[in-house]
């Protein structure tokens, strides 16, 4: 016979996965329909804030890295360090490029 503690902790971990998963599609929609009201001119901003919150992933991330218990924690701590630094500046490479657009051509 199963222990009942057992069973409500199975169920317990399934329901933070149910609602895990209907906030993480519930963002996603909001996310999509944000995006896609904002005016053209609107992007390049934008996209200097998203650098900013890929900032603060990046330091996050160098948290996990710092404070891993196991090695799994470690590596995975370091991938992210990883993907979050190609984020960052391959974000700010991009906006650089789109204002340089706006510049005016008597630079050198």
Known sequence: M???ATFVLATDGASVFVRN???FVLAAF???EIITKIPTNLH???MSGANAIS???LIGSVVVAGS????YAT???FLAVVMATVNVVGGYLVTNSMLDQFRSGGRD
């Open 30 to 32: 909001v996310g999509y």
């Open 75 to 77: 590596v995975l701590g």
């Open 68 to 71: 891993g218990e196991t090695l």
């Open 21 to 23: 998963l209907t906030l």
């Open 44 to 46: 390049t901003p934008l």
């Open 2 to 4: 199963t222990d009942p």
């Open 55 to 57: 900032g603060i992933t």
